[in-house]
C-alpha cells in the first residue's frame, strides 16, 4: 500500500488563514444579513494599476499574433523584466545585485517554501515567535521538525521571542543556527529593522557559515529614509542571504501573481563532503526541474511596475493602505488600546485588551461588531495576548470598522 509523508500529520490542525475562514463561514451561515469586514488575511482590494493593466493588454494581444506569440519563456524569468528590477530595486540603492541572480516566481510564499528543496535536513533552523506560519509548516512539511508541544512550537527549531520589550526585534541568538528567517518590515507586528540591526545579524550569519532568508515582500511601505529596503544594502549579505521581494502588496498582483527570489553567485554552503557549493546553481535547476515559468502576460504587467506611470501609481497605492494604517492604528490608540507597527509596514499589531486570549478577542470582533482580524496566537505561542490588523481593504470599510471597533470598547 502506498505510504503518505507522516510529516504533514504533526501539522497543527489547520493553517491560520483557512480557520479564520471557517470560523468567518459559519458566522455568516448563522448570520446571512451581517455586514462582515475583513481586516485579517494581507489580500489587496484596489484595483491593479492602470500601467499594469495596459501593459497586459497589450501582452494578450501579443499571444494573438504569430509574430508576437510566446510558448514556455525561461524559467527563471525574461531578461527585460529581471534586468528592470535589477536596476531599481536593488542597483539604484547602491546594492550588488545583477539581473541573473534574480529569479522570477508565482509567488513569495511559495519561493520561501521551495527554497527549502535546495537545503539539507540537518540544519539548525531558527524562526522569531510570533513569525508568518509558512516559515514553520513548511519546515514541518520537510521533515525538519520534531513534535509540537503544548504551545504549538515544534522540536528542532530555535524560536527567537519578540515583544514590545525588545520592539520585536529578536535578539541575535547565543547558540549556532545555520538557516535564519527574518522579515522586514514584518509580519505580523510591522516592526522595522535598522542597517544596525541587519549588520549584527549579517555579522552573525557570516561568522557561523549561516545562510539568512529575507523576506523583504513589504518593503515598498518604508517610507523612513534611513531605514534598509534591502538586505543588501548591508556589506557582506551577498555571502549570506536570499531575498524574497513580491509584487502581490505594493502594485496589488495578489490574484495575478509574480514575485522573485534573488540569490547571489557569491553565496555558498556546504556539501556531505565538506565541499562549497554555489547556492545559486542549485536554485537555478531546482527551478529549471519544477517550474515552468510566470506567464508572459503577468511578466509584461511587472515589467510595467517600474515604468514612469507606473511607479506613480504604485507609489499612490502604497500610501493608501498607508494611510489606512494610520487610521486603525490613531483609532484604535485612542480608544485606549495599545497599538504597535501600522507606520512603515500596512499591519498594526495590537495588545488585546481586558486578558483576552487572541481567539476569543477574534470572536469577540467577529460575533460584536462583525470584524475579522487575525489572532497573534496563530503566528506562534509568543503572540498570545496580540491581534493583527490589517490595513488593506477601503477607506470606507476601514473607517467603519474603527468606529465599530472603537464604540464597542467605550461601552465595554
Known sequence: MASINDNYLKLKAGYLFPEIARRV????????????????IGDVTEPLPLACRQAMAKAIDDMGDRQ?????????????LREKIAQHDFQARGCEVSAEEIFISDGSKCDTGNILDIFGKNNTIAVTDPVYPVYVDTNVMAGHTGDANEKGEYGGLVYLPISAENEFTAAIPSQKVD???????????GATATKAYLKEWVDYALAHGSIIFFDAAYEAFITDPTLPHSIYEIEGAR?????FRSF????????TRCAFTVVPKTLTAKAADGSDVELWKLWNRRQSTKFNGVSYIIQRG?????SPKGQAQVQELIAFYLE??????????????MVYGGVNAPYVWVKTPDGLSSWDFFDKLLHTVNVVGTPGSGF???????????AFNSRENVEEAMERITSTLKLG
Open 25 to 40: 463561514n459559519a458566522f455568516t451561515s448563522a448570520n446571512p444579513n451581517a455586514q462582515v469586514i475583513k481586516l485579517g
Open 68 to 80: 508576437t506569440f510566446k510558448g514556455y519563456g525561461p524559467e527563471q524569468g525574461y531578461a527585460w
Open 179 to 189: 538557516l535564519i528567517y527574518l522579515c522586514f518590515p514584518n509580519n505580523p507586528t
Open 239 to 243: 555571502n549570506c542571504a536570499i531575498e
Open 248 to 255: 502581490s502588496k505594493n502594485a496589488g498582483f495578489t490574484g
Open 302 to 306: 511587472a515589467e510595467a511596475v517600474y
Open 324 to 337: 489606512n494604517a494610520r487610521i486603525i492604528r490613531e483609532k484604535l490608540a485612542a480608544a485606549g488600546l
Open 380 to 390: 506562534g505561542a509568543a503572540g498570545e495576548g496580540y491581534f493583527r490588523i490589517s
